[in-house]
Every structure is written in structure tokens, then in C-alpha cells.
């Protein structure tokens, strides 16, 4: 039985502005920023609220970024303010345990379990998604990276999601390297090769996560991500504030627009530094097929061990490296370095 309810036409939107944005600013939103942005979000009418470290439950740590507030700390203020919309989290296994954080979670009432791999590996999030829907929560299949498979490769890993109980697949754009076509053709492969609903999660690397996002929609996606003032790792993601008025023409959604404008520019003053905007950085590690999340990490070795940021980028992209690799970007700093010395 499916915990996932559509009413005809309509899409789910998911607010992932207080899970991605976190990438945005090192992760130090804090347990009071996620209860005021509830608090105002929840009256909006998006279906479900993601919160979190950027990279998930269980991720504050040295290596990958210290967060501000601890995951039950941030889940609780959420779970205090969203009366109407679901509250959502980020789960990567190697980094969440499903006994240390994912149990937890649910003791604090969490809806959403979006359980997310590299593209080619679903098989590390099977238990997950096993588990989640053994304790009736909504069991979500998150894929990322996706423009490193074809569709039909994507399609071989979603279905070892649906078979596992993934009530949904979403597929993240997370390098924000994927061209619109690229977009409709997996999401096409995805809507026909599946029996569940299928998503887009959109960076912006290439100024196309409207465009994106818009296309997965018609393509058959049920289900969009997308972040207030576009806050999120990179050039950030799909900006909610664009895409809930045009999905609200097309009748997809009962989201208020004009109040959502509120809460973001109430968001503006509060925790958001600025709107995200492209940058030539952001370009390059699109077109590098780079994890978004990389950006401020890459801007900061290249300012430390003063080299070109542009150099840094394409001898990253080299490596093809994943959401949890930092130390590579340090390592290739060091080397980049020795050899402009010599």
C-alpha cells in the first residue's frame, strides 16, 4: 500500500531548501532558522519539507562539514511548526546508519525518507528502503549524479529500488551537468520501465534548472524539488518561487504563490545570504560533470594553495568523484600547487 497520494493532475512538490541550501552556507543553518522557515512554509501548501545536513542524516563531521544543530535538534523544531505539509530527510548509507539515525528520525515523527545512492549503486540502499517501509514511512529512491549513466542504465537501478520498495524513484541532477533532452529521455525511460512515480531534482550549474525541471514534468515526473531564492550547493537549485506559479497555471499544484514570495523574502532577511546566481565557477564544474556540493570547497583550495580555480576544476573532473570525496579536492590542490612551484 502506498503512502504517496496524487489528486489528479497535480504534482508533489518537495522544498529541499532547508536540506540543500545547507550546502550553501557550510551547513551552519540552525534549529531556529528551520523552525521559523516552517512555521511560515507550512501555510504555503508544499507537500513535503526536506531538513537537514546537505548531504543527510548522520553527515555533520570534519571530513564532510560540521552542521550547526544536530539532526534530532533541527527535526524537532520542524516537526513542532509542520501541521500540513510532510517533513522529509536526505538518507546516503555508509553515511546514515539505519540504527543510529533513520530509527531516531522516525521516533521524531519524520514522513519521508528519501534514500539516496550514487546512480550506479542502488544496491546500498535496498535495507534502507526495506526498512522504511516495514515501519510504514514513505520509502523514496533518490539517485544521484545521474548524467554519469545512460537511461537505460538508470532504469536497471530504479527497478532494484521499485523491487525493494521505493514508492518513488527521483533522479538528481546533482553535477547540474544534464542538457534538457538528457532530462526528458531518462525521465521518459524511467516513467515507462516503472510502476511507481518517478521525480527531478534540478541544479542550476548550467542555468537550466527551470527549464529542467519543466521538461521532467512533461516528460511524466510527478514529483520536483526545488529551494527558495534557489538556495543550494553550487549555483544552487530550481528556484520554488519560479516554479510554483507555473505549475499553478497548469493546475499541478494548490501551493499559494503570492505567499510563498512572502516566505522567501522573509527567508532573504533571515538565513539566506543572497539569491543564488551563476557564476563562471559554477559553470565550469557543470560542465566538469562536478557534484555541486564540491564548489565552496574547490573555491577555498584554490585560494589556499594558489592555483587556478579553473585548473583545479578540470583536473577534478578527471577523477569523476562523488558526494562524499572532499579529500580529493585537497589532494589535487597540493599536487596542482607543487607542480606550478617546480
Not at 501555510?43 to 546537505?54: C, L, S, T
Amino acid at each position: 500500500m502506498t503512502t504517496i497520494n496524487f489528486q489528479g493532475n497535480q504534482i508533489i512538490l518537495s522544498d529541499a531548501t532547508l536540506r540543500d541550501g545547507s550546502h550553501a552556507v557550510r551547513h551552519q543553518l540552525t534549529s531556529s532558522d528551520v523552525r521559523a522557515y516552517c512555521s511560515s512554509v507550512d501555510k504555503v501548501g508544499i507537500d513535503w519539507i526536506e531538513v537537514g545536513h546537505g548531504n543527510g542524516l548522520g553527515a555533520s563531521s570534519f571530513h564532510i562539514g560540521q552542521s550547526a544543530s544536530k539532526d534530532s535538534e533541527m527535526l524537532f523544531a520542524a516537526r513542532s511548526e509542520l501541521k500540513n505539509s510532510k517533513l522529509s530527510v536526505h538518507v546516503m548509507p555508509g553515511i546514515a546508519s539505519i540504527k543510529r539515525d533513520i530509527a531516531p528520525a522516525i521516533e521524531l515523527e519524520v514522513d519521508v525518507f528519501r534514500i539516496a545512492s550514487h546512480c550506479s549503486e542502488a544496491d546500498t540502499t535496498l535495507r534502507y528502503l526495506e526498512y522504511v517501509r516495514e515501519q510504514n514511512k514513505t520509502a523514496v529512491g533518490v539517485l544521484m549524479m545521474c548524467h554519469m549513466l545512460e537511461p537505460s542504465e538508470i532504469l536497471n537501478q530504479a527497478r532494484l529500488m521499485q523491487k525493494a520498495g521505493a514508492e518513488a524513484v527521483m533522479i538528481m541532477d546533482s553535477a547540474g551537468a544534464l542538457r534538457m533532452a538528457d532530462v526528458s529521455d531518462r525521465i521518459t525511460e524511467l516513467v515507462n520501465g516503472l510502476e511507481i512515480p518517478v521525480g527531478i531534482h534540478a541544479h542550476d550549474n548550467l542555468g537550466l534548472s527551470v527549464a529542467n525541471s519543466l521538461v521532467a514534468v512533461e516528460a511524466g515526473a510527478l514529483i520536483v524539488d526545488a529551494c527558495a531564492a534557489g538556495f543550494g550547493a553550487g549555483a544552487g537549485n530550481a528556484p520554488m518561487e519560479v516554479l510554483v506559479p507555473l505549475f499553478r497555471e497548469e493546475r499541478r499544484t494548490n501551493a499559494d504563490h503570492h505567499e510563498y514570495f512572502r516566505v522567501v523574502d522573509e527567508a532573504l532577511r533571515s538565513f539566506i545570504p543572497s539569491r543564488q546566481s551563476l557564476s563562471t565557477e559554477s559553470v565550469a564544474t557543470g560542465l566538469a560533470g562536478l557534484f555541486s556540493g564540491f564548489l565552496k570547497p574547490i573555491v577555498t583550495e584554490s585560494k589556499r594553495y594558489r592555483i587556478d580555480v579553473f585548473e583545479l576544476i578540470e583536473e577534478l573532473g578527471k577523477y569523476k568523484p562523488v558526494a562524499g570525496q572532499e579529500d580529493l579536492i585537497i589532494e589535487i590542490a597540493s599536487r596542482l600547487s607543487q607542480n606550478t612551484e617546480t
